[in-house]
């Protein structure tokens, strides 16, 4: 009975490293969006400047 108490324990600890993977993980991809949006927004105004001396 007590190896598989240990055996259980053993896959618990497992189990609570993956969570943390997974919010570092969470923590990037927030941040990939931010830097994301900011790009976007840039060449969305790069575009809108190129409209305006053409249409000039």
């Known amino acids: 009975m007590l190896s598989p108490k240990k ?3 053993k896959k618990k600890k ?3 490293k993956k ?3 997974k919010k570092k993980k969470k923590r990037n991809y ?3 969006l931010k830097t994301r949006m900011k ?3 840039s060449n ?3 575009v809108i ?3 305006l001396i053409n249409l000039f």
């Open 7 to 9: 055996k259980k324990k």
């Open 49 to 51: 400047c190129f409209l």
């Open 44 to 46: 969305f105004c790069l």
């Open 14 to 16: 497992k189990k609570k």
């Open 19 to 21: 969570k943390k993977k």
């Open 30 to 32: 927030q941040k990939t």
């Open 39 to 41: 790009s976007c927004t």
